[in-house]
């Protein structure tokens, strides 16, 4: 899921593209992303729950 742009890598990449889901908030923004790339956990908001996800996926760098 910490693969927002589906390369099979989470990396620098994914990252910005999850600050800027993650600066919006809400997937209901009409400014996010198709998809709400960033929201990890069925919540309907990228907050600081899906950070902890992302941060683990980013720090091993793959797919978990």
């Known amino acids: 899921p910490a ?3 589906r ?5 620098d990449a994914d990252f910005v ?3 800027a889901s993650y600066n919006l908030l809400a997937c209901e923004d ?9 929201e990890l ?6 907050d600081d729950a899906d950070f902890v996800q992302f941060l ?3 720090n091993a760098l ?3």
């Open 3 to 5: 693969d927002t742009n």
């Open 7 to 11: 390369d099979e890598v989470v990396d």
């Open 17 to 19: 593209q999850f600050v």
């Open 30 to 38: 009409p400014q996010m992303e198709p998809g709400c790339p960033g």
């Open 41 to 46: 956990n069925g919540d309907g908001m990228v």
């Open 56 to 58: 683990a996926a980013y």
């Open 62 to 64: 793959v797919c978990p």
